[in-house]
């Protein structure tokens, strides 16, 4: 009997064991196939993009694991998706949800299209973007797309979500509400053609452009500014570095109510939100909280399977031969930590299979 796939092959955190069943697949028709297929049979799926937002269980998977490999971009400059922008002059993008996020952004950056510049090294696939709603520096996926077309599982036919209609929010849309119901098949953006982008008003990206909040920069130098801080933090993959052995960061920034936010220190971090509530800082509530960056490794800096990344105490880190049960071990820690010091509970971001905090 052949050897079974293994998910810690096939995951930024390197971790989880084996998948009963495995499927490739290279165009839209196999991948509707394979999933139709499965919940024909009763088979649970799992679909797997780049495996970047991922923490598999060490036993692995008991169903089919559809890899999502499509692949297309198709350019538009002559289009104008109504109300998505304030005037034409844009360019209309759709895109395969197999292709790679990051390669994406290059691609947009280097013919003139701004909008996600400031999403550069975000691992995963462009089919899991809308779904987390990626964002950072100031930026996040939902203002730039424009309809998602998906797979609908429940009533077996395709249906494709304006922008209005996805339910977008903080690290969240209607297809994180409704896990596993939409397979998301291609993604529509809609990018401005320009060779600057907005102006940054994410202060730490200004200072890496050396420019005031409220500036704009080349899109370029945004990207590549972008780039750099990411790897500062270890959030940008190398094998060679078990600081990037991680899900990226582990747990959301908490939204908290206006009493939440009351009781925390006065030197927490508090950002209001027009819902009404209080975005603060995990990393800040990790940190003074007791966990360092390095948490997790001997005083002497030797290492131990799982420890917070020496860069950022946001990325939970396989340190080379860690199990998912340590690492979770680990997430538990700080979690029950952060709670007990601030009364915050962190909620975990990465999608948890087979196992559980």
């Not at 036993?59 to 922008?85: M, P, Y």
């Not at 429940?154 to 922008?163: D, G, S």
């Not at 819902?275 to 966990?291: C, Q, R």
Request: charged share 20%.
């Amino acid at each position: 009997m052949p050897e079974r796939e293994l998910l810690r092959d096939h995951t930024t955190l390197r971790l989880g064991g084996p998948a009963r069943e495995w499927v490739r697949a290279s165009t839209e028709a196999d991948l509707i196939a394979a999933v139709t297929r499965a919940d024909a049979a009763g088979t649970p799926v799992l679909l797997l993009g780049g495996g970047s937002n991922l923490v598999v269980a060490d036993a692995g998977f008991d169903g089919l694991v559809v890899e999502i490999a499509t692949t297309g971009i198709q350019a538009d400059t002559d289009a104008c998706e109504v109300d998505t922008l304030a005037a034409c002059g844009g360019v209309v993008l759709t895109v395969a949800a197999g292709e790679s996020w990051d390669a994406l952004v290059a691609f947009a950056v280097a013919q003139g299209w701004s909008g996600i510049e400031a999403l550069a090294g975000i691992p995963g696939a462009v089919g899991a973007a809308p779904i987390q709603n990626i964002g950072a520096y100031g930026q996040d996926v939902s203002q730039t797309i424009a309809r998602v077309r998906t797979w609908d599982r429940v009533t077996r036919a395709q249906r494709t979500f304006a922008l209005a209609d996805c339910g977008f929010g903080y690290r969240h849309s209607r297809f994180k509400a409704e896990p596993g119901r939409y397979l998301v098949l291609e993604v529509t953006f809609q990018l401005r053609e320009a060779t600057l982008g907005a102006g940054i008003q994410y202060a730490e990206l200004a200072r890496q452009l050396g420019i005031e909040p409220g500036q704009r920069a080349p899109l370029d130098q945004v990207r590549e500014a972008v780039l750099a801080l990411r790897a500062g933090k270890g959030m940008v993959l190398d094998a060679s570095d078990h600081d990037t052995w991680s899900a990226g960061s582990f747990f959301t920034n908490p939204h908290l109510t206006a009493a939440q936010a009351d009781a925390l220190p006065a030197a927490a971090p508090r950002w209001p939100q027009p819902d009404g509530l209080v975005k603060s800082s995990a990393a800040w509530l990790i940190e003074h909280a007791g966990f360092a960056k390095g948490y997790g490794l001997e005083s002497d800096g030797s290492e131990r399977s799982v420890a917070l990344s020496t860069k950022h105490t946001l990325a939970l880190t396989n340190r080379g031969e860690a199990t998912t049960e340590e690492l979770l071990a680990l997430a538990r820690t700080v979690r029950d930590g952060v709670e007990a010091a601030f009364g915050v509970r962190l909620v975990n971001e990465p999608v948890l299979v087979g196992c559980a905090l």
